[in-house]
DNA sequence: TTCATTGCAAAAGCTTTGCATGTGT
DNA sequence: ACACATGCAAAGCTTTTGCAATGAA
């Protein structure tokens, strides 16, 4: 996904192409894994960016409607985000102790959650599996 | 699980058979499905219960300590537990559009997760996975 | 020029906590 | 009596929002 596409969006939905807006989405396409909405301010602010808090909490949404990043897991009450690598799409085991986020992908658990969907007449758009325990150092 | 169950947990760990505990226990056990700590709140009210939001607010950690109930999402910033029903564990389907929530189990999903965590060595305590996406009367 | 965007500061939630009071053991 | 539990109100945090100023089209 590059920054073509983000144009595109941007404008197709009446809005304005801002350099705010642009500084936001570069920087999130440099975050590898996850990031919180602070995080992400705070590498903005160390590159100097001018950008306030309020327009990163007005710009997160959007990227998430577009489907560029999305909504990972809330821990400690605020959100968690990570972009969406097309094809790479992966769930999380999360450890209880060290907090550690160990990725892992499952063609088989893909498919089956489809199966599953088509038994319940849903229609199935994206999903969040966490699974939550101790890493092998911590168990 | 019963209250007896609870009475024991809470006196192992040196803490306190209290009215309001209890109260709060027993709302908890009457629940069906998901519920949000101020519906619980809301509820003992209703009962004529003279509990204050913070002791709810202390009471809800307790319980997810014992394994009474689990968090099961994050909807508008706050969390929705749901009790846990002995040999009952299921998953959720949530609709986008009228944010309907289904429930389902499958136990082909467990035992590929469990291969899942072997694989990655990985000691599995307990998972959470939500399919978000349309049901049948929103697509 | 027009209307979206931004920053600031204030407001709005939800959750936590200090402290005096109440209560179980 | 001694802790722990509770309620209240205040504080803490994250997130949202009103408004005036700024900037894109």
Redesign the interface.
Known sequence: MDRGFFQEFILSKGLRSTKKRNEIFDEVMEIEGHFDLDELYMRLKQKGSKVSRASVYRTLPLLVEIGLIEEVE?VD?H?HYERVRTGSHHDH?I??KCGKV?E?Y?P??ET??DE??ER?????????????????DC?
């Open positions: 809330r009450k959100a085991m450890c209880l160990i892992f499952s088989t658990l089956l959650q599953l969907c319940e007449n849903f229609k199935k758009v994206r999903h969040n599996l966490e699974i939550y325990g101790y890493c092998k168990k």
